[in-house]
């Protein structure tokens, strides 16, 4: 190998040089030649990042290697789920392999719920943008860092239980977190996570260990493949040194011990096809049911609050919806907590894409100009007030505007990231989209949350099918509008928290 001389400066006198190459040194060469190789020292009892959203990104090839290696048990599995019952992690939940999981989200996984509950694991239910934070924050060696995210949540005071009894007793709660105020903001005290082990799915690798992520796959892929101290990549494709331009190098191989080869397809948890506006405002007002009706109404109005210009994430559900009711030509750019920024409509036929889903699991596409990145990114854009308007669900919501939307009594399903999205209301207008009672017809909008809440005094606009609400935290609820047909007295019959009404009160014009 020739030698390439590069002049390094001078001492006492005498110029001194270094080699860039040498015929001495031995090629770097990180590629295995299967995940079976890749795993072959770990260990049990190790801490596991692992990379994925929902199933986007997931590093399928590796997991199932683990899924056979039933001597390596007691693992400390960091994702932000545990997959789905035979699919991804969930196949380690089955091999009771995973001790303890730290997720965000339990969702529609009926094993991960019932071993929990059961207390056959341990649960650290952890915001989803904490999860990210806590990753990327352990990978730049920062131990600890403060979140307004869960900050007067059970998050924060320590009131959920890691793990139970087979009787159904708590055997461990979380302890209460640390907490200190900010310029006049309070902040709760996160630990950073430190990983042992990293699998990580990219979509191009070299044998130096740069990669390069493709659409949406980056997720938490990227903060957890710079966390561990043995990072484990699977590439969808290897490829030459040089051939992944130096800019588009996304996870650079100082972080990344081994390669391997993806061997495993790619899934698509819930495919959704794109309907016109047209088709869409059909099918919400299709519906002869009251509900049906309710419904409409209130994704209507919800509409009306998105503006031209305005960087917007919007809830799985009736949020989602409204964009369909905007008028031609407004544009408003929809972010993605899985790292979308110009996140575009649902996918025509033969469009749908498995590394391009949304928050929800959900096939999308990109508009022009859309950028894609890190999930640690996406939460960082939330929680610094970047976004103008986050329009969620909700279960409850009280006169100062605590909100509450993740957790009913004897169900776990996850935290997900609204604590997130609700953490900066200062910056972001929080605005809550529910019916007006519940199916038994008791109030949703309290004096007090009966609820856990997802974030104090956060709301700023209450729409429902009968009402639409300003919620100041100091005085309260100001009834704004009402639905056509319904009066002050009827909302107040429904209404468990006192109002004050507007002045300038009128019919909602939808």
Same mark, same amino acid.
């Given at each position: 190998?020739?030698?390439?001389?590069?002049?390094?400066?001078?001492?006492?006198?005498?110029?001194?040089?270094?080699?860039?190459?040498?015929?001495?040194?031995?090629?770097?060469?990180?590629?295995?030649?299967?995940?079976?190789?890749?795993?072959?020292?770990?260990?049990?009892?190790?801490?596991?990042?692992?990379?994925?959203?929902?199933?986007?990104?997931?590093?399928?090839?590796?997991?199932?290697?683990?899924?056979?290696?039933?001597?390596?048990?007691?693992?400390?599995?960091?994702?932000?789920?545990?997959?789905?019952?035979?699919?991804?992690?969930?196949?380690?939940?089955?091999?009771?392999?995973?001790?303890?999981?730290?997720?965000?989200?339990?969702?529609?996984?009926?094993?991960?719920?019932?071993?929990?509950?059961?207390?056959?694991?341990?649960?650290?239910?952890?915001?989803?943008?904490?999860?990210?934070?806590?990753?990327?924050?352990?990978?730049?060696?920062?131990?600890?860092?403060?979140?307004?995210?869960?900050?007067?949540?059970?998050?924060?005071?320590?009131?959920?239980?890691?793990?139970?009894?087979?009787?159904?007793?708590?055997?461990?709660?979380?302890?209460?977190?640390?907490?200190?105020?900010?310029?006049?903001?309070?902040?709760?005290?996160?630990?950073?996570?430190?990983?042992?082990?990293?699998?990580?799915?990219?979509?191009?690798?070299?044998?130096?260990?740069?990669?390069?992520?493709?659409?949406?796959?980056?997720?938490?892929?990227?903060?957890?493949?710079?966390?561990?101290?043995?990072?484990?990549?699977?590439?969808?494709?290897?490829?030459?040194?040089?051939?992944?331009?130096?800019?588009?190098?996304?996870?650079?191989?100082?972080?990344?011990?081994?390669?391997?080869?993806?061997?495993?397809?790619?899934?698509?948890?819930?495919?959704?096809?794109?309907?016109?506006?047209?088709?869409?405002?059909?099918?919400?007002?299709?519906?002869?049911?009251?509900?049906?009706?309710?419904? !409409?109404? *209130?994704?209507?109005?919800?509409?009306?609050? +998105?503006?031209? @210009?305005? #960087?917007?994430?919007? /809830?799985?559900?009736? $949020?989602?919806?409204?964009?369909?009711?905007?008028?031609?030509?407004? !544009?408003? *750019?929809?972010?993605?907590?899985?790292?979308? +920024?110009?996140? @575009?409509? #649902?996918?025509?036929? /033969?469009?749908?894409? $498995?590394?391009?889903?949304?928050?929800?699991?959900?096939?999308?596409?990109?508009?022009?100009?859309?950028?894609?990145?890190?999930?640690?990114?996406?939460?960082?854009?939330?929680?610094? /007030?970047?976004?103008?308007?986050?329009?969620?669900?909700?279960?409850?919501?009280?006169?100062?505007?605590?909100?509450?939307?993740?957790?009913?009594?004897?169900?776990?399903?996850?935290?997900?990231?609204?604590?997130?999205?609700?953490?900066?209301?200062?910056?972001?207008?929080?605005?809550?989209?529910?019916?007006?009672?519940?199916?038994?017809?008791?109030?949703?909008?309290?004096?007090?949350?009966?609820?856990?809440?997802?974030?104090?005094?956060?709301?700023?606009?209450?729409?429902?099918?009968?009402?639409?609400?300003?919620?100041?935290?100091?005085?309260?609820?100001?009834?704004?509008?009402?639905?056509?047909?319904?009066?002050?007295?009827?909302?107040?019959?429904?209404?468990?928290?006192?109002?004050?009404?507007?002045?300038?009160?009128?019919?909602?014009?939808?």
């Amino acid at each position: 190998m020739q030698r390439t001389f590069h002049f390094a400066g001078r001492r006492n006198g005498k110029v001194m040089r270094f080699f860039s190459t040498t015929s001495a040194r031995p090629a770097i060469n990180k590629i295995f030649p299967s995940a079976q190789e890749a795993i072959k020292d770990m260990k049990s009892d190790s801490t596991l990042l692992v990379g994925g959203f929902g199933f986007s990104g997931v590093p399928n090839t590796l997991i199932n290697e683990l899924r056979d290696r039933k001597d390596i048990q007691n693992l400390r599995v960091v994702s932000n789920n545990a997959g789905m019952p035979g699919v991804g992690l969930g196949q380690l939940l089955e091999t009771k392999q995973i001790g303890t999981m730290v997720a965000s989200y339990i969702g529609d996984n009926k094993v991960f719920e019932q071993m929990y509950l059961k207390g056959e694991l341990s649960l650290e239910l952890t915001p989803q943008g904490t999860i990210a934070e806590k990753c990327a924050a352990g990978a730049a060696g920062v131990p600890a860092f403060y979140t307004p995210a869960a900050y007067g949540t059970i998050v924060q005071t320590g009131e959920i239980p890691i793990r139970y009894n087979p009787d159904g007793t708590v055997a461990l709660k979380a302890p209460p977190k640390e907490t200190r105020d900010f310029n006049g903001k309070s902040y709760v005290l996160e630990e950073s996570i430190f990983g042992d082990y990293a699998f990580v799915k990219v979509a191009k690798a070299d044998r130096l260990g740069n990669c390069q992520f493709r659409k949406a796959q980056n997720n938490f892929n990227e903060a957890m493949g710079k966390n561990a101290k043995i990072t484990i990549v699977e590439a969808d494709e290897i490829v030459e040194d040089g051939q992944i331009a130096p800019e588009d190098i996304h996870l650079q191989g100082i972080y990344v011990k081994r390669v391997i080869k993806s061997t495993e397809g790619k899934q698509i948890e819930r495919t959704v096809f794109y309907k016109s506006p047209e088709e869409q405002k059909a099918a919400i007002a299709s519906g002869s049911s009251e509900a049906a009706q309710k419904r !409409e109404r *209130i994704i209507k109005r919800a509409a009306q609050e +998105l503006k031209d @210009g305005m #960087y917007v994430n919007l /809830g799985i559900g009736m $949020p989602l919806a409204a964009p369909a009711f905007l008028p031609e030509g407004t !544009e408003i *750019i929809l972010e993605s907590e899985n790292g979308i +920024l110009g996140m @575009g409509r #649902y996918p025509k036929p /033969g469009e749908e894409d $498995p590394d391009l889903i949304n928050a929800g699991k959900e096939t999308v596409t990109l508009n022009s100009g859309a950028s894609v990145f890190g999930s640690h990114e996406s939460f960082g854009m939330i929680r610094a /007030g970047r976004i103008d308007v986050a329009m969620l669900g909700a279960m409850q919501v009280n006169q100062f505007g605590d909100l509450a939307n993740f957790m009913l009594p004897g169900k776990v399903k996850g935290i997900g990231g609204a604590m997130d999205l609700v953490a900066n209301p200062e910056q972001t207008k929080v605005i809550v989209t529910m019916e007006h009672v519940d199916k038994k017809g008791n109030p949703k909008i309290l004096n007090q949350c009966t609820f856990p809440l997802t974030g104090p005094k956060c709301v700023s606009t209450i729409i429902t099918d009968l009402a639409v609400f300003d919620v100041d935290r100091v005085e309260g609820l100001t009834l704004r509008e009402h639905a056509k047909g319904v009066t002050v007295d009827e909302i107040k019959a429904k209404t468990e928290a006192p109002f004050k009404v507007a002045k300038d009160l009128k019919e909602m014009d939808i």
